[in-house]
Nanobody
Framework: QVQLVESGGGLVQPGGSLTLSCTAS????????VGWFRQAPGKEREGISSISSSDGSTYYVDSLKGRFAISRDNAKNTVYLRMNSAKPEDTAVYYC????????????????????WGQGTQVTVSS
């Protein structure tokens, strides 16, 4: 089955850390750039980070630089998003997308326009 699956979400205390995984099955993820997005209740979806397929270059939205880290392990067909110093405002459903066009991930597109889109994983930051 060809799909992209996020995992690793859950409840984390403020100041804590969490690592999300985005794992591909049925296709080779290292052929694709991968982006992470999130959508908080009542808010629009926002793109927060991406990583290229060619040289592993990374991008972060300004508000998350220094706290979030994206990485990829091609041997595991997985891209990770490490969240440090978690804040209540990080509470959201986190999604990953894979696309051959890195600019599409950075500039944004409609969900169906991406080559692959995951089902999301809930992250709740609360004490």
């Amino acid at each position: 089955q060809v799909q992209l699956v996020e995992s690793g979400g859950g409840l984390v205390q403020p100041g804590g850390s969490l690592t999300l995984s985005c794992t591909a099955s049925g296709f080779t993820l290292d052929d694709y750039a991968v982006g992470w997005f999130r959508q908080a209740p009542g808010k629009e979806r926002e793109g927060i980070s991406s990583i290229s397929s060619s040289d592993g270059s990374t991008y972060y939205v300004d508000s998350l630089k220094g706290r979030f880290a994206i990485s990829r392990d091609n041997a595991k067909n997985t891209v990770y998003l490490r969240m440090n110093s978690a804040k209540p405002e990080d509470t959201a459903v986190y999604y990953c997308a894979a696309d051959r066009n890195l600019n599409k991930l950075r500039l944004g597109a409609r969900t169906f326009e991406y080559d692959y889109w995951g089902q999301g994983t809930q992250v709740t930051v609360s004490s």
